[in-house]
């Protein structure tokens, strides 16, 4: 198993650019999450999903778009991006149930905009 | 709503030496509380969890952290570092019937030989 992928591992986008970052698991985990990590701040959940079709709010969700059209895979998006997401984003998968499952984490992609 | 709060953003520490990395946190509920590991250039991975019973949980790589329900805090320690634990730690915090991790800011842990 590959577990959790991101692609791509690094972009520099200008101002105003779009991009699209995809999350793949294979573990066929219900549940899926993209974070963004700053200096200081730790991990903050930009959005989530508990399933195919469904998609939710975290704690910073301007400013960006997700989707999960398959249970596999987990896309955020960028319409136009601004130096402040300049950031690290990870991705990670869990499976259904109780709260406690772990949350198993990509490798993570590192955003420049310029 | 959850918070935790590390105490500490970088812990330099000598190879052999003990080492405690402090995390408090905030809940009106009953939570859950983790501790991940982040290498560098990695992606987060699960040190160890509590989740009832005993208060002493052990995790991988020799951690260990204790579940203090008065004080409201969940510090990692281990007796004896390794170079290879220089990494970055993070506290999280669930509520129990949640789906949202609660991250602290991280602690640098930094060992010298």
């Known amino acids: 198993n590959a577990g959790v992928t991101q692609t791509p591992k690094f972009r520099v986008l200008k101002t105003g650019q779009s991009m699209t970052l995809l999350c793949a698991q294979d573990?066929?985990?219900?549940?899926m999450y993209w974070y963004r990590q700053d200096p200081g701040m730790g991990l903050r959940l930009i959005h989530y999903s508990v399933g195919e079709g469904t998609t939710a709010k975290g704690e910073v969700p301007d400013g960006y778009n997700v989707s999960r059209l398959k249970k596999q895979n987990f896309l955020l998006g960028l319409e136009s991006a601004a130096p402040s997401q300049t950031s690290v984003y990870f991705c990670a998968s869990s499976t259904l149930g109780s709260s406690y499952n772990e949350q198993f984490f990509g490798p993570g992609t590192r955003l420049t905009v310029l | 709503a959850q918070s935790v709060t590390q105490l500490d953003s970088q812990v330099p520490v000598f190879e052999e030496a003990p080492v405690e990395l402090r995390c408090n946190y905030s809940?009106?509920?009953?939570?859950?509380l983790f501790w991940y590991v982040q290498y560098p250039n990695q992606g987060l991975q699960l040190l160890l969890k509590?989740?009832?019973?005993?208060?002493l949980v052990k995790g991988i790589n020799g951690f260990e952290a204790e579940f203090n329900k008065s004080q409201t805090s969940f510090h990692l320690r281990k007796p004896s570092v390794h170079i290879s634990d220089t990494a970055e730690y993070f506290c999280a915090v669930i509520r129990q019937g949640a789906q949202k991790l609660v991250f602290g800011q991280g602690t640098r842990l930094t060992i010298n030989p």
């Open positions: 809940s009106s509920v009953s939570v859950y």
């Open positions: 509590y989740l009832s019973g005993s208060t």
């Open positions: 573990m066929n985990h219900e549940y």
